[in-house]
DNA sequence: AGGGTGTTTCGGCGGGTGCCGAAACGTCCG
DNA sequence: CGGACGTTTCGGCACCCGCCGAAACACCCT
């Protein structure tokens, strides 16, 4: 019965640790990272288990409030619970190991080329594309390292004429630096990473490859992103 | 064997959750999150298991790269890998339901107070005088919560009025905010956070109780806290 | 209504995990 | 040297947890 118990501890850091402590369970949230809601069906079949095992898992992580549902019909839709989740989940991957050993079929490598090209990580752009924007903006004086990321007047201007709206209001940082798991590398998260990818999808620049969370530079992006950014050409689609 | 793994999937998360998801090792965490050293025994009698079993939890912990261990003749210390892990457990701890059911005996009820009145937390101040400095900070105008928190201009000057040395040329954020377990609101972290707190020992205006991580205001704190930052009286202890 | 499909429930199985106490092992100190 | 003390190893036990397939259920569509 486990009477014993009587610590002054604070919360309960286990009951929100042992949804994620299961390799099938960090699969479906390292999938449901890219923001999208997934059907059950769908994260099943990602991971490699049966659709029953599947339900099993996802009232593990939606009871741990990790992940929100959303019936629909004969579906049953999640996606991670916030940007809090998004975030917990950074830092965890933040101290674990590389993982992801080097892909087996040629399939499997050309879907991993396209996703640590450029893909959604919750709310914001990953991979090589979006540290290679980081990195020019960092150059050009748009974001400031110096002691945690800072967002500077001359960003906030190339922002305005970009005609990106910068959220205000919100108790969300306007800039805060993610870990790129296939770079190694920080790229833009916060409310401007979260708005910078907004418009490029909006705008074109970049699409959804198929259902994937991968996407792929249009050639409108091509042109808008080196001449606002001056992104190296072997990251653009060839002209 | 489980052979049929093939994820596309990045790092290995669950390997990081896996030591966090037990209530034991958990309650070991929570307590190094004062930022201090603790013993395999101190640990095991804190959580109230055997000491055997704690060994088991501590190696795995440190081979999770949670903990970070160090061995002085008989002694097992172990503390927090770094500010990361920190700041994982800070994230953990926000998702995590509120725990801590009202202690029985007294003298619980008196180190639990204790606790909630003032303590580090990692390397910065937490608890009910934690919260009511940043409150206070905030009002006065040196902490802006606009759109994620800043330190203002004048917040910066009064940092060097009082002679706390803000640390440059790091990366880590100048302010962080850290939700404080016991208030349920934010309090001041970061390393203006961790900065302060020390300024606070080494002025002695604050001071370990006994080798609790509870801390307590010295006679000299309350007036430098009431000068300097005009907390309310029911904070600070009676003249 | 009825077939197809997505999801859930239920047993049952195998393996992993947390717990303990006893005994062994190191280190410190008198 | 020898006792005290902190830590570790080892069995052994109980229980929890993740997995599956089959069957039931719920919903959509024709």
Redesign the interface.
């Known amino acids: 019965m486990d009477t014993?118990?009587?610590?002054?501890?604070?919360?309960?850091?286990?009951?929100?640790?042992?949804p994620?402590?299961?390799?099938t369970?960090?699969?479906f949230?390292?999938?449901l990272l890219d923001g999208r809601a997934w059907t059950a069906t769908e994260l099943a079949r990602h991971?490699?288990v049966a659709a029953s095992t599947a339900t099993e898992h996802l009232n593990a992580l939606v009871g741990?409030?990790?992940l929100a549902e959303e019936r629909q019909g004969r579906h049953r839709y999640v996606r991670l619970a916030g940007p809090?989740?998004a975030?917990?989940?950074e830092?965890?991957?933040?101290?674990?190991?590389?993982?992801?050993p080097p892909?087996?079929s040629l399939s499997?490598a050309g879907?991993?080329r396209a996703?640590a090209h450029a893909r959604t990580c919750y709310d914001h752009l990953a991979g090589a594309v979006a540290v290679a924007i980081t990195d020019t903006m960092t150059e050009r004086g748009l974001l400031d390292?110096?002691?945690?990321?800072r967002l500077t007047g001359d960003g906030e201007a190339w922002l305005g004429r970009l005609g990106v709206a910068v959220?205000?209001?919100?108790?969300?940082?306007?800039v805060?630096s993610c870990l790129d798991?296939?770079e190694r590398r920080p790229h833009l998260a916060?409310?401007v990473g979260a708005a910078l990818c907004r418009h490029a999808l909006d705008s074109g620049w970049i699409a959804r490859v198929g259902t994937t969370r991968a996407v792929a530079v249009t050639a409108a992006g091509r042109d808008a992103l080196r001449e606002q950014l001056g992104l190296p050409e072997d990251l653009l689609p060839p002209r």
């Open positions: 014993r118990r009587a610590p002054v501890a604070g919360p309960d850091l286990a009951s929100v640790a042992r994620l402590a299961d390799r369970r960090a699969s949230c390292m999938a991971a490699g741990g409030n990790l809090h989740v975030e917990l989940i830092g965890l991957a933040a101290v674990a190991p590389a993982g992801a892909p087996r499997a879907r991993r996703l390292w110096g002691r945690g990321l959220p205000a209001g919100t108790r969300r940082p306007l805060r798991w296939t916060g409310a």
